[in-house]
């Protein structure tokens, strides 16, 4: 038999092709219930507080509704400014030494008339705002600003709330010394907590949206600029907060030409 009349034999089958990369995972666009980022145009406020047994603050406490450009605490020695900010340093997780304290439990209120309670808790409102200029008309609703100051007043209280946007954050302290994050009434992880609240631009890392007493005195006596690479003068601190610091490199080349 020729060579051209033997059977064929079975060809080998092709190669598999290489299975595509896998496409990375999508961002999550929610925790825990709770909207990641911030509208558009829009910004991030503290509507109100709400402690509850939380070191002076005997029972439930609610403090606010804040003004829509409420950006510090101030009143007379003892007049409970700490406690305020200690409340919002909770929340954000600051652990019990960095206020002051060994253990978390030392967080919970203690007096003559509500000794050994179990608990405390702090809970924080957040709304989404559109300012709004003033025009003449009367505000209400949700479109006031808190204590329903009139639009047209000239003093800039008004905004308009983002529909769905609201959402809290909730820190507890235990007798036990045990402390649980919840978003919304639902309990979260404290990695999920920051990264729902960075996502609002709250810069937990270099913690430049809360500055305490101490350091009011500390940055009015920096130097103008750092004398040497590294150091930290007024300026580099504003270039940090507002994120310029990352073009300071192309900023001297160009400089050089």
Known sequence: M???????????????????????AAPPTSVCGANMGVTPGARLMIREMVLDNFKSYAGEQRVGPFHKCFSSVVGPNGSGKS???????????????????????ELIHNSASHRALERACVTVHFQ?????????????????????????????????????????????????????????????????VAALLKSKGIDL??????????????????????????????????????GTDGLVPQIEEHGKR
């Open 205 to 242: 890392d270099n913690n430049r949206f809360l500055i305490l007493q101490g350091e009011v005195e500390q940055i009015s006596l920096m130097k103008p600029r750092g004398e040497a690479p590294g150091d930290t003068g007024l300026l580099e601190y504003l270039e940090d907060i507002i």
């Open 2 to 24: 020729s060579a051209a009349d033997a059977p064929m034999a079975d060809a080998p089958p092709p190669a598999a092709e290489p299975a595509a990369p896998a496409a990375p």
């Open 83 to 105: 406690n305020v900010i200690d409340a919002m340093l909770f929340v954000f997780g600051r652990r019990a030494k960095q206020l002051r304290f060994n253990k978390v439990s």
């Open 128 to 192: 989404e705002i559109f300012d709004t200029a003033d025009d003449g008309a009367a505000g209400d609703g949700e479109n006031a600003a808190p204590g329903g100051a009139a639009a047209g007043s000239g003093d800039g209280d008004t905004y308009t709330v983002v529909e769905g946007s609201g959402f809290t954050v909730a820190r507890t302290a235990t007798r036990s010394n045990s402390s649980d994050y919840y978003v919304n009434g639902r309990k979260c992880g404290v990695k999920e």
